[in-house]
């Protein structure tokens, strides 16, 4: 899933990629993929399976929703701590 948070700042959009994994874990790449270490993260979000994985239409947020946990987890992007 694309996200492209709103920037007043400047004309130019990045556009980072939200996933998740089958099991436990969900991140952020920043797009192009260059293959720099520092334009990615991720963390373990759901004890087990992560079922879904969808946004908002402004790009600041997503969500994940877990299997066996029962849970839907809110996310909110601070997306200035990727280079």
Known sequence: ???NPADEKNDYQDKYLAYATKLKVVGII?????GNPNNTMGLIAHPTKITSISSVSDGKL???SGADDLCVNMWEVDFSVLA
């Open 62 to 64: 997503f969500f994940t």
């Open 1 to 3: 899933m694309v996200l």
């Open 30 to 34: 920043k797009l192009p993929l260059d």
